[in-house]
């Protein structure tokens, strides 16, 4: 069941609300639905039509709309990763990271020092990431390689299980709580059981380093700013930088004060704070110094260690202190060569980011001057996103790697995909292997058009993921569904293929990965593999049984199928016209037909036996050609040796087999004997033509000799048989024809012959008012079975009344010895007893009765 609507011709403008990270630059303000009534005029299939029809809420589809397909939404409770609630939700949860990540080293190390207050908001944070870990599990995703919004359950628990679930988790637990309880439990044990202290376990607090994770989602909102080309590129890495040191050196700080703070107080004098002297002021006491005071020693010391600096008031005193000192330190030239790094980046330019934002910025503005719409600047836009994220399907990847590794890594990624393809289906495994090397991933957005109804088509698209939609659009603007484009499906191959316009719209449905390969490179590769080029074109007609569109093109398709055949004949006679064996060799080996006829019904036999060209003729015998073909004029190949003096090609041809048949041969003699071909004549009666058939006026070859005095070519034909009693439409024979012309040497030679004949045949000028319905045949003096050995040369004669004058009259004319006894056999080896079995013109042979029974 089909739909009709009015296409726009801003069709193809819809999409989904960003990427999985996010608007492309960064601001909510692209993807907000505003100006609803502007954005429904500006396009009937913008985002939120399309958000529309998923829904059900437009009134004019049919429930079998383009949505169809679509994974319905509504089935469970899912949030969008570009919900606006969501994403104020993700806002306020960055809030806590910030606050949970840098308080975190605070809690460890001033555990004993820090204000109630700041507890309170903690045990709030951990409140609000216990309400996100519950969201997570409702929050869908895009899949890492098809880029399809996933919306299963079971699929999203399992994915945030596997990656950050159980670091969340333990993030939230009350550690601190945990380890107070804990020390309680265990002094009231050492009271009541009078043992020694077993004092604090601190490695329980260890585990507050797990909220860490939470870094995360700061990271991730750096690297939308950065994305974000409102926001100066080089203030976002400098911020980021900055943070990243000052986060580096409050943690070290913290981990610092921790260390002075866990010894036994009669020891803390022996830490680096504890034996600090800073003028007058001394530090021996630094438990009852105010909280920022301590802390702001603790980040003085973690700066002056990180940099180098080495002022000497303060420095490590215990081994504890030593050892972290050495290990922050090497730390430190790791984190200043990332920094120095950074910087010089920025300076240089040229990251992936920095290209993305410059391309961005550019596009931007292209888009301002020229004025385009909201629609199609947010397809541009996402297209940009779509291309930065998915950049490891980039050629540039690849670029430096040699094309035999290349070609290995495109057949082990999409030669699965090609030859799954109904298309292709029995094609060599070549042909599937050159052409997955040629082939290049794209992802596409819902609602784009990739092609348009009558457009010229240069790409060839297979999908691997997705859907899509072909449309048909009428006169009236109304477009109809035709099919639907699911995995393992291709399309651009009619209007590749046939040759003609693209026939149907082509949009997609949802996020779509396709294998794109250009129509250059594609009928470069048919132009190699031309026999599964036929294959194509034979599954392309065969898909009409279950494809609509194929079976509406089915007459298109023909005629391009007839016009390859075509071509290919043109282009493998062409080779043997010129003699390219070789060439001519790697056609046949690679499928062509060496049958095949062009438009004249001529085969490369015909050419190569018409060219004189013995090892081409000799190729294509043993290739099992038809050796008795005939064109569309009648002409067989041996023919064609014959008329063009090659007497070795007609031998070699002869020898194999081939028979000389000529259609009405009467008129052929008698044009050739018109000329005064004498050579064509005698070369043609040597292969048993009958030099008795008739043209349309009943005259025979001989009597245009007799009437134009050719009397070499008279001789001729009466040596090969040529009757002097035949008669012509006017009741002249021969001899009448050369007392007509005067020619003496022809009369005498005729009258003669007549002598001869009558004396031979004395029965034969009695029948021959009756010959025009008598039947002929070609009797050969060899057994039927031992052609090709030594055959010789036949006598072409009347079928007499019986068997036993057949076999006299060919006896005496082939000059067989009398004393033998001769039977006659068919073709096929059986004996014939009857006159009444020979049809006209059969192939006869006599052999004696001995040579008979021992064959």
């Avoid at 348009?452 to 072909?470: A, I, M, R, S």
Wanted: net charge negative.
């Amino acid at each position: 069941m089909s739909f009709k609507r009015k296409l726009s011709k801003t069709d193809g403008n819809i999409g989904g609300e960003g990427g999985r990270d996010g608007p492309i630059d960064g601001g909510d303000e692209e993807y907000v639905v505003e100006e609803l009534r502007d954005r429904i005029r500006s396009s009937r299939h913008s985002r939120f039509t399309l958000m529309e029809n998923a829904l059900s809420a437009q009134p004019e589809f049919s429930s079998h709309s383009v949505i169809d397909d679509i994974k319905d939404i509504s089935h469970g409770f899912f949030i969008q990763p570009d919900n606006r609630w969501y994403k104020a939700w993700e806002k306020f949860i960055l809030i806590w990271a910030i606050y949970s990540s840098f308080f975190t080293p605070m809690e460890f190390g001033f555990f004993r020092g820090l204000p109630k207050n700041l507890f309170v908001l903690d045990i709030a944070g951990q409140l609000a990431f216990l309400v996100d870990i519950i969201l997570q599990f409702f929050v869908t995703y895009r899949d890492n390689e098809s880029y399809k919004l996933v919306q299963n359950h079971t699929s999203i628990a399992i994915r945030y299980v596997k990656s950050h679930f159980i670091f969340d988790l333990l993030g939230c637990m009350p550690w601190d709580i945990i380890y107070k309880v804990g020390y309680s439990l265990i002094s009231l044990m050492h009271n009541l059981l009078q043992s020694e202290a077993v004092g604090r376990k601190e490695e329980v607090r260890y585990l507050l380093w797990i909220r860490l994770t939470r870094v995360r989602k700061v990271t991730d909102f750096f690297q939308g700013m950065e994305k974000d080309i409102r926001i100066n590129y080089l203030f976002t890495r400098i911020v980021k930088l900055i943070t990243v040191e000052l986060y580096c050196t409050h943690t070290a700080a913290c981990i610092f004060y921790y260390l002075a703070t866990t010894l036994p107080e009669e020891k803390e004098g022996y830490t680096w704070i504890g034996s600090l002297k800073m003028g007058d002021y001394s530090y021996s006491h630094f438990r009852e110094i105010d909280f920022w005071n301590r802390y702001t020693t603790s980040l003085y010391f973690a700066i002056v260690t990180m940099a180098t600096v080495g002022y000497g008031d303060i420095h490590a005193v215990n081994f504890r202190e030593m050892i972290f000192v050495m290990i922050y330190v090497s730390f430190d030239m790791v984190l200043t060569a990332y920094l120095i790094g950074n910087m010089t980046a920025l300076i240089v330019k040229g990251s992936k980011t920095e290209r993305y934002r410059d391309k961005t910025t550019d596009i931007m503005k292209y888009m301002n001057r020229n004025k385009l719409g909201r629609d199609i600047r947010n397809q541009i836009k996402r297209h940009l996103r779509l291309q930065y994220e998915s950049s490891y399907t980039d050629d540039a990847v690849l670029q430096d790697i040699p094309i035999s590794i290349r070609a290995k890594i495109s057949q082990t990624l999409y030669k699965s995909y090609v030859e799954s393809v109904p298309l292709f289906k029995d094609c060599s495994t070549e042909f599937i292997n050159q052409l997955v090397t040629k082939v290049h991933e794209e992802f596409f957005l819902p609602g784009e058009l990739i092609l348009e109804q009558g457009n010229v088509v240069d790409q060839l698209y297979f999908v691997t993921d997705g859907l899509l939609e072909e449309i048909g659009i009428g006169a009236d603007g109304l477009e109809e569904t035709v099919s639907r484009l699911k995995p393992n499906s291709l399309f651009g191959e009619i209007s590749i293929l046939c040759n003609i316009p693209q026939p149907y719209t082509v949009r997609v449905c949802e996020l779509c990965r396709l294998l794109r390969v250009d129509k250059q490179s594609f009928l470069g590769v048919l132009e190699i593999y031309f026999h599964d080029g036929r294959k194509i074109l034979t599954n392309l007609l065969e898909l009409k049984e279950t494809n609509l569109r194929v079976k509406q093109l089915e007459s298109d398709i023909t005629f391009h199928i007839g016009e390859h055949e075509a071509e290919l004949a043109l282009r493998v006679n062409s080779t043997a016209y010129f003699g390219n064996l070789n060439q001519l060799k790697g056609l046949i080996r690679a499928g062509a037909d060496p049958n095949m006829r062009d438009f004249d019904g001529r085969s490369p036999l015909h050419l190569a036996a018409a060219r004189g060209f013995e090892d081409i003729t000799n190729f294509l015998l043993q290739e099992g050609v038809d050796i008795n073909a005939a064109d569309n004029s009648g002409s067989t190949p041996i023919l064609e040796a014959i008329k063009n003096g090659h007497d070795r090609v007609a031998s070699l041809l002869s020898r194999e087999g081939a028979v000389l048949k000529i259609d009405n041969a009467g008129s052929f003699l008698c044009s050739v004997v018109a000329r005064g071909d004498s050579d064509l004549l005698r070369r043609v009666l040597s292969y048993g033509i009958d030099p008795n058939t008739k043209d349309y006026d009943n005259r025979t070859p001989l009597h245009i000799a007799t009437s134009q005095g050719y009397y070499m070519m008279a001789k001729l034909l009466l040596d090969a048989g040529a009757s002097v009693f035949c008669k012509d439409r006017w009741g002249n024979t021969a001899v009448d024809e050369a007392r007509i012309s005067g020619n003496k040497n022809m009369i005498r030679l005729v009258e003669d012959a007549k002598a001869t004949q009558s004396s031979r045949f004395p029965d034969l000028s009695e029948e021959l008012p009756d010959r025009a319905h008598q039947k002929k045949c070609t009797v050969f003096p060899s057994h039927p079975w031992n052609l090709k050995e030594g055959r010789k040369h036949g006598l072409v004669m009347w079928v007499p009344k019986s068997i036993e004058q057949l076999i006299e009259v060919a006896s005496k004319t082939l000059e067989l010895p009398v004393s033998s006894c001769y039977c006659i056999l068919s073709e096929d080896g059986g004996k014939l007893l009857d006159v009444d079995l020979i049809s006209d013109g059969q192939l006869l042979f006599m052999i004696s009765e001995k040579t008979n029974a021992t064959s």
